[in-house]
């Protein structure tokens, strides 16, 4: 693999098998030993770009489940391909693309996954990262007392339409404060990542998170600005995957070693 590229994979080795939680269906993949991590892919689905954070976290001492609800798994991201999963996600009632304070159908099948997951693996629990139009799904999640840790990788939705939009966690009120609870007390921390001239992913949306959430909540902030160090585009968007470059030093790659780190950290300790 070229370092002009990011990190890709394939199902080879992947096992495939129907789940049903929260009144929904789908299939779900799995792989590897160890602490659980349920991986929600971004948009259009379970792309080589995702398969390849996957396979580095197995890699990296995780039992890995990936989701897939939109999309074709495997089949590589293209223009048209990605509008048409986007334009059906729009309109679907488990996704509330557009909703603000919303509760989102999608949430109680990652809960469930969660749960299942933590049921039977090692750990103090599991961790969930969501990524670009499932980057909040992944604080939702949190609301389940089996995740320790979420991370919100570029959280796009709702879509940043108007201010009320920009500054919404992504969760309903009730689960908000379900979420504060637990990190008051200890029992769920959480990484939000995004570059800095991302306007589908506001500043503003973090804020309000690091509010509620105070110590609980880190933020990683890739400089995208213009004539930045690693010539990142001011359109850089997905931090753990396509912008991920096998070189040392290069800030998305540390970002998924820190993502790494933060996952044994939570999932290894005892809960509180």
């Not at 009144?23 to 971004?42: A, F, M, N, R």
């Not at 949190?142 to 940043?160: I, K, M």
């Amino acid at each position: 693999m070229s370092p002009a590229a990011a990190p890709t994979s394939t199902l080879a080795g992947w096992s495939r098998a129907p789940f049903t939680g929260g009144g929904l269906t789908y299939d779900c993949y799995e792989k590897g030993t160890g602490p659980g991590v349920v991986l929600i892919p971004e948009v259009p689905g379970i792309t080589p770009e995702v398969l390849g954070l996957a396979d580095h976290l197995v890699a990296s001492g995780f039992t890995v489940v990936v989701p897939s609800p939109f999309g074709e798994p495997g089949r590589a991201a293209t223009v048209g391909y990605t509008l048409r999963v986007v334009s059906r996600l729009c309109v679907s009632s488990e996704f509330r693309a557009f909703a603000t304070g919303a509760h989102r159908p999608i949430t109680d099948y990652l809960r469930a996954v969660a749960a299942d997951l933590a049921d039977r693996t090692p750990g103090s629990g599991v961790g969930v990262i969501g990524m670009c139009f499932t980057g909040g799904f992944a604080l939702a999640a949190a609301v389940d007392d089996s995740v320790r840790a979420s991370v919100l990788s570029q959280p796009g939705v709702p879509f940043p339409v108007s201010r009320a939009h920009r500054v919404d966690p992504g969760l309903s009120a009730a689960e908000f404060d379900a979420v504060a609870a637990r990190a008051d007390a200890g029992a769920v921390c959480a990484i939000g990542l995004r570059f800095s001239e991302d306007s589908v992913v506001p500043a503003a949306r973090f804020q309000a998170i690091a509010d509620r959430l105070g110590g609980a909540f880190e933020v990683i902030e890739l400089d995208s600005s213009p004539g930045n160090e690693w010539g990142f585009a001011g359109s850089a968007h997905s931090v753990l995957t396509g912008e991920v470059r096998d070189m040392p030093g290069q800030p998305a790659l540390a970002a998924r070693d820190r993502v790494v780190s933060f996952l044994h950290e939570r999932l290894a300790a005892e809960p509180s």
